[in-house]
């Protein structure tokens, strides 16, 4: 694998690496006002990285993964649907009384 694959799969490796850290973070008892904005950084670092991708579409990554117009588009939406869901969820986390510890990492694994 070339560092052009990995700088394709970047916005997958920030989600996936802001989930760990997100999920560390809730274990070793972050509040969760910092793991809402952990996932929101992730989601906005994620949705940078895209920008990068773009030119190198389309690319065969691996054999069973190929970055092209259509999965930046849906990486597109799906991370921003994940992000808007973060930023409108925290006010209900709140009023529930939930420590959202494990919700803002399955978010991001998701």
Known sequence: MSNTDLVALLPLIVVAVMGAVVMLAGAYGARRVMLHWLT???????????????????????????????????????????????????????ARRCAGEAYYSLLLFA
Request: glycine share 8%.
């Open 40 to 94: 929101i950084l992730g989601i906005g670092i994620a949705l940078a990285s895209i920008v990068s991708v773009r030119p190198l579409a389309p690319r065969d990554v691996t054999p069973l993964l190929r970055i092209d117009s259509y999965s930046i588009l849906f990486m597109t939406l799906l991370f921003s649907g994940t992000g808007i869901l973060a930023i409108i969820s925290h006010p209900y986390l709140r």
